[in-house]
């Protein structure tokens, strides 16, 4: 059971580290390690949430909810999210890079449960998302960046 456990962690942390990947080549501030640790403590918890206890189920007296720690990475995470979020000069700041690390722990949790596949195609679901999203701005709104430049060096 610890190598399915290994697994899992190494499948979440190089997933988190493929969208790391993605926002250090947009010089964004949560990069590679960002994502890849927010991956894999994410799948950890998911992992101790699950099986952390198995030891002393069925003690009597004893009680325990598995989804307890795993919603408590869900809040965890809005909270470092939401430190990522900036309001400056009447623009907000951060909102992918909160989002991406709140989507990269939910992949994470997806790994560390042992469903590999939902958490790729969630991986590849970001990427597209990123990736597509900026080439697609860069190409459908190239003329206002154009516009907005030559306004600024006005």
Not at 36 to 48: S, W
Not at 62 to 86: E, H, N, Y
Not at 105 to 131: P, Q, R
Request: neutral net charge; contains cysteine.
């Amino acid at each position: 059971m610890t190598g399915e456990y290994v697994l899992s962690i190494f499948i979440a942390a190089l997933l988190g580290g493929v969208i790391g990947l993605e926002r250090e080549y947009r010089e964004k501030a949560a990069g590679f390690r960002t994502h890849f640790l927010v991956g894999l403590g994410a799948a950890l918890f998911m992992i101790l949430s699950a099986h952390g206890f198995d030891s002393i189920i069925g003690t009597p007296g004893i009680r325990l909810d598995p989804s307890r720690i795993a919603s408590q990475v869900v809040t965890g995470i809005g909270f470092i999210g939401a430190g990522t979020i900036i309001f400056q000069q009447h623009k907000v700041e951060g909102l992918t890079t909160a989002a991406g690390l709140w989507v990269t722990a939910a992949i994470g949790m997806a790994a560390g449960s042992g469903m590999y596949l939902l958490a790729t195609a969630a991986t590849v679901l970001v990427l597209i998302c990123m990736e597509g999203m900026a080439f697609f701005h860069h190409k459908v709104f190239k003329h206002k960046n154009t516009e907005k430049e030559e306004d600024a060096e006005k």
